[in-house]
């Protein structure tokens, strides 16, 4: 059964930084398109960023373009998301996910494979 635990959230000042990472037990997802999604509190999961297998393609939300990173490594079976600049409007509980297709992060198309359980993430103004 595959397992994706988030680690990394937690209280920080409009500013800072934080890097969030996503551990995948089960089964390797070195095939797998991996990214990020969040939900805030009394809002629906948005889709934040996205990495395909190989980690040379990227796509992020216009919201977070040019201050998340995303990353992976597939020798660890892990994605990170790095967060600068960070703006009150980010707090939200942060899902990292797995499937075979970017259609399914980017577009919202079929149905996510993986999910994580969340990590929080709150910035204060």
């Known amino acids: 059964q595959v397992q994706l635990v988030e680690s990394g959230g937690g209280l920080v000042q409009a500013g800072a930084s934080l890097r969030l990472s996503c551990a995948a037990s089960?089964?390797?997802?070195?095939?797998?398109?991996m990214g990020w999604f969040r939900q805030a509190p009394g809002k629906e999961r948005e889709f934040v960023a996205a990495i395909d297998w190989s980690g040379l393609e990227t796509y992020y939300a216009d919201s977070v373009k040019g201050r998340f990173t995303i990353s992976r490594d597939n020798a660890k079976n892990s994605v990170s998301l790095q967060m600068s600049s960070l703006i009150p409007e980010d707090t939200a509980v942060y899902y990292c996910a797995a499937d075979g297709y970017v259609a399914t992060f980017v577009e919202g198309f079929g149905v996510m494979e993986y999910w994580g359980k969340g990590t929080l993430v709150t910035v204060s103004s």
């Open positions: 089960g089964r390797t997802l070195s095939d797998y398109v």
